[in-house]
């Protein structure tokens, strides 16, 4: 009797409970909406829906430009000066810099004898026959060599040579380059732009422009 009153009893609860879940439920409300009526709903950017990106403007064309050379200037001051001259009516200025070779005439020598004393006895001989426009070097690379004349037209050199043979002397000649540095100012400035150098540098007759590829 009591096990057939506690089965009843279980049973009732459990159609209780399952009528609960059936009917009993309150139904869920909806939620407000995200923004005021006439506002733009706001969005996180990994909301947003993908685009193509746009199209980026296309880069200026960079102005053109002819470039110059002028030169050549024979010092660093008197470059310096050309450029400190130009600098305010170009676009850009710069230097460079390059070693030229100058003649500096034609040397008549007899070679260096294996001493001093050997060297005195050539120049004896030399004033004996006539000749007495020499010079012994004492010093330096050319030492104990018989100098006998440096001459700016090389014919002249020649004869001079050509005389010296003729009296039995193994006379030699030699031109002389030193190599110096020269200055070019190099400076940039608009296609459509008309340039003169010379407004900025007047009495410069001596120097020339040439064009270069811009820098």
């Known amino acids: 009797m009591f096990l057939r009153l506690l089965f009843l009893l279980l049973l009732a609860l459990n159609l209780g409970a399952g009528a609960w879940l059936l009917f009993g439920?309150?139904?869920?409300?909806?939620?407000?909406?995200?923004?005021d009526p006439g506002v733009t709903e706001l969005r996180l950017l990994s909301e947003q829906p993908n685009k193509a990106p746009a199209a980026s403007a296309p880069a200026a064309p960079a102005a053109a430009e002819t470039c110059t050379?002028?030169?050549?200037f024979t010092t660093s001051v008197d470059m310096r000066a050309a450029m400190q001259?130009?600098?305010?009516?170009?676009?850009?200025?710069?230097?460079?810099?390059?070693?030229?070779?100058?003649?500096?005439?034609?040397?008549?020598?007899?070679?260096?004898?294996?001493?001093r004393e050997a060297a005195l006895g050539e120049a004896r001989k030399l004033a004996g026959k006539g000749i007495n426009d020499y010079y012994v070097v004492t010093a330096g690379d050319a030492q104990n060599t018989i100098s006998l004349g440096l001459f700016d037209n090389e014919s002249n050199a020649q004869n001079r040579v050509a005389t010296l043979k003729q009296l039995g002397f193994p006379a030699q000649i030699k031109q002389r380059i030193d190599t110096e540095p020269a200055y070019w100012v190099d400076y940039a400035?608009?296609?459509?732009?008309?340039?003169?150098?010379?407004?900025?540098?007047?009495?410069?007759?001596?120097?020339?422009?040439k064009p270069i590829d811009c820098f």
Request: without cysteine; glycine residues 4%; hydrophobic residues 40%.
């Open 69 to 72: 050379t002028l030169g050549a």
């Open 189 to 209: 400035v608009k296609a459509e732009t008309s340039f003169e150098w010379q407004t900025w540098l007047p009495g410069r007759s001596d120097l020339q422009a």
């Open 85 to 115: 001259a130009l600098s305010p009516h170009v676009a850009r200025i710069q230097y460079h810099e390059e070693q030229v070779s100058h003649s500096h005439g034609f040397w008549v020598y007899l070679p260096a004898t294996a001493d």
């Open 25 to 35: 439920r309150v139904p869920a409300r909806a939620l407000p909406p995200a923004a």
